[in-house]
Every structure is written in C-alpha cells, then in structure tokens.
C-alpha cells in the first residue's frame, strides 16, 4: 500500500463508503464525506465535514475528490508545465505524501465546495 493509499474518505450514515458517482449520487447532487487520515493537512483536518460537488468546475488549485488508483482520495488539483510537458497531478497538501501524476482528468469525480466542523455551524469555509 502506498502512502497515498492510506488516506481514504467515509461519507455520512446514508452513505459508508465515498459514493459512486454514477449510482450513488443523480446529476449534480453535491454530498457529504467525512475527512480521515492527514494527507490534506493544515487545510482540512481530521472529522472535518467536506462538501463535493459532482459536476463543480475543474481548474488548477481546485480541491478534488477522486479514484486514480482503485482508492477514493481527495487532493488539490494542480496543473503541471514543467521540463516534463504539461498535464495535471494530485497533490496531497501534507509533503509527507506523494503527488499523483494524472493522465487525464477522468480519475477525478468532484470538487470539494465547503468544508466544516461537526457541531461548529460557524466553523466552515467556502471554496467556490
């Protein structure tokens, strides 16, 4: 298992696991995950609640719900145009985990719009 691996998301009482965008949720029916792991830390902690929108527009420094390697993660969206080409890859806010080059955006399956804290009504942030 790979350090990226390790941080994976767990949805509400409705919903154990990250939804299926292509069942679980209709449309552009935003929904709710829990944060677990450390992966995206100072920005989102652990228990924080984040809020996807399915079909929110993609763009550099986004951040991203998405399944590039069979595990669903959430990371930062940044576009790469370096000495290696251009192109896009997940990057994990904490440096204790790797980045994720991305041949495409296919693997990527919302943006993350709102997080906040269980209990904390005034405890929350919008990113759109």
């Known amino acids: 298992m790979n350090a990226h691996d390790t941080d994976t998301l767990r949805g509400d009482a409705s919903a154990p696991s990250a939804p299926d965008p292509s069942g679980a949720c209709s449309g552009g029916d935003a929904f709710a995950l829990r944060v677990l792991g450390t992966s995206m830390e100072p920005e989102f902690n652990e228990g924080e609640i984040i809020i996807i929108e399915p079909d ?64 904390r009504r005034r405890a929350s942030k919008r990113y759109i």
């Open 56 to 119: 929110g527009q993609l763009r550099d420094g986004s951040f991203v719900l998405a399944k590039p390697e069979g595990e669903w993660i959430f990371r930062q969206l940044r576009r790469r145009a370096d000495d290696r080409g251009e192109g896009w890859y997940l990057h994990a806010l904490n440096p204790a985990f790797p980045d994720i080059a991305l041949a495409d955006l296919s693997p990527v399956n919302g943006v993350i719009i709102q997080k906040s804290l269980p209990g």
